[in-house]
């Protein structure tokens, strides 16, 4: 293998795929890059054997064509302290390749590509969609806060992605609470679901960028491959039935409040520094145009409680949440005023951006109630 290469693209290439190095591995090979040169393209993989990214590169000369696997830890060191400037990649024996630059260079090791696991995308039953980008990283960090770290229930521990006809949802839980995103931007010509690993979702949300316009969503019963632009995520989908999630979403709370969901956050977060610390309870008292948060932890004698104004349609009704719960979901729903809807103070509350604004009625929060004294 022999190729010229800016230093800085090569530099941009192999942090594009480096979250998919494990930090240990049982197999070393998965701890290199898989370097494969073919004509000017240069094409660059990381896999930690769940999870594959790969992206490619066009460099600026080649004269012999070649695939290694190539130390991933010390081909990102030695590229961070480079300026840039053309770099000379090229195999020197059978075990050793040199990196040179205009005033010097270095010598590391290299294994064979033969010695890398195949890397296996979908199958010819795939179901391929194109998903807007925007919509995808929306929809993730719309969700992935409320996926679990359940052992016995992996399914739990992923986003479900319901694609129906008309509109598709992506869908978390973790049993305390779940959140449902749903967009009208992907439509499907039959019915199909998966759910994806919170651990590929979080990289799709931090490498999908801003000037991306569409992801290619490939998926079958094992693999799902998202592609946009040079760039591939290929990844073990979870095995599992989901819950039917849309069984638990209330459909008649007839109490109804409206209130500003900044000054409500702020509220539970300032009140909960009082509650007690192993249950993190909290509880909510409302009353026609006023609510009321309050928390105490009787074995240190402390207590807090605050009222805040607002518009309460409903019978007074007094409830109690975990704390952390509830901030979670007022942090991650962006709205301006918020609507809560109950039934009463033993079953699932509703939590949604306010219904007049009609451009964020594709997200809604359910969070399990606690008792309370």
Not at 163 to 182: F, P
Not at 242 to 266: A, C, E, G, M, T
Not at 308 to 334: R, V
Request: hydrophobic share 40%.
């Amino acid at each position: 293998m022999k190729l010229i290469i800016s230093s800085s693209e090569l530099l941009k290439g192999v942090m594009a795929v480096s979250k998919a190095i494990p930090a240990k591995s049982p197999l070393q090979i998965l701890e290199n890059f898989l370097f494969d040169l073919q004509g000017n393209t240069l094409t660059i993989t990381a896999s930690d054997s769940e999870l594959t990214l790969r992206t490619r590169i066009e460099v600026e000369a080649t004269s012999e064509e070649g695939k290694i696997a190539v130390p991933a830890k010390h081909m990102m060191d030695l590229l961070k302290e480079l300026p840039d400037q053309p770099l000379t990649i090229s195999t020197a024996s059978d075990s050793s390749f040199v990196c040179s630059w205009a005033s010097g260079e270095s010598t590391l090791p290299y294994f064979p590509a033969e010695d890398y696991p195949e890397i296996t995308g979908t199958d010819e039953t795939a179901v391929t969609l194109q998903f807007p980008a925007q919509s995808l990283v929306e929809g993730i960090a719309s969700t992935i806060y409320a996926t679990a770290d359940d052992e016995i229930r992996p399914a739990m521990n992923g986003i479900y992605f319901d694609i129906d006809l008309g509109s598709t949802t992506l869908v978390a839980s973790d049993a305390h609470k779940l959140i449902c995103y749903t967009t009208a931007d992907v439509q499907a010509s039959e019915k199909a679901s998966f759910i994806l690993h919170k651990k590929p979702a979080a990289i799709l949300k931090a490498i999908i960028g801003k000037d991306v316009e569409t992801v290619e969503v490939a998926f079958d019963s094992k693999n799902a491959v998202f592609t946009f632009g040079q760039t591939m995520v290929i990844c073990r989908l979870v095995v599992g039935k989901y819950p039917k999630y849309r069984d638990v979403i209330p459909q008649n709370n007839s109490n109804v409040l409206h209130i500003d969901r900044v000054q409500l956050l702020n509220t539970v977060r300032r009140v909960s520094v009082c509650s007690n610390k192993a249950s993190n309870h909290i509880k909510l008292e409302l009353q026609n145009e006023k609510l009321t948060i309050s928390a105490q932890d009787l074995g240190f004698s402390i207590a807090a409680h605050e009222t805040l104004a607002c518009q309460y349609d409903g019978a007074p009704l007094a409830i109690g949440f975990k704390s952390p719960y509830l901030i979670e979901i007022l942090s991650n729903i962006s709205c301006g005023e918020l609507v809560m809807k109950f039934l009463d103070s033993k079953r699932a509350a509703l939590i949604l951006p306010a219904e007049n604004e009609e451009e964020y009625g594709k997200i809604c929060g359910i969070l399990m109630p606690i008792m309370i004294s």
